[in-house]
């Protein structure tokens, strides 16, 4: 299987993340470019597949930017103004086109923690 997969959970509460909005961007140079908008659904994943694969599966940086606040505002968790974690991004790279890029978080209101999956 090659393309962009990526799952999250909340450590906080032991569970999967389900509903956190995930935005994916390109980086060229200074320029980022959104490719798409995603949500993850009850088991902390995305619907549909990888979120990129096929012909937008391309060598370049990226960047996972998930909306760790909103989700933990939703979950009913009380956080500081401004919240310690809000807006969490994850760069990287993809190298090569023939593996496949786990991109997982892990994460609680004052926390969070990723490594490349299988």
Do not use: C, W
């Amino acid at each position: 299987m090659t393309g962009l997969t990526t799952h999250v959970l909340d450590t906080a509460s032991g569970r999967p993340a389900e509903g956190l909005r995930i935005d994916l961007f390109q980086l060229d140079g200074d320029f980022r470019h959104h490719i798409k908008t995603v949500r993850t659904n009850s088991d902390g994943r995305v619907d549909g597949g990888p979120i990129l694969v096929g012909d937008g599966f391309k060598v370049g940086t990226y960047e996972l930017l998930f909306h760790a606040g909103d989700y933990l505002r939703a979950m009913g968790v009380a956080l500081p103004h401004p919240a310690f974690l809000d807006l969490v991004p994850i760069r990287f790279g993809i190298a090569d086109l023939s593996a496949h890029y786990h991109v997982p978080l892990l994460i609680s209101p004052y926390g969070y923690s990723t490594y490349r999956g299988s």
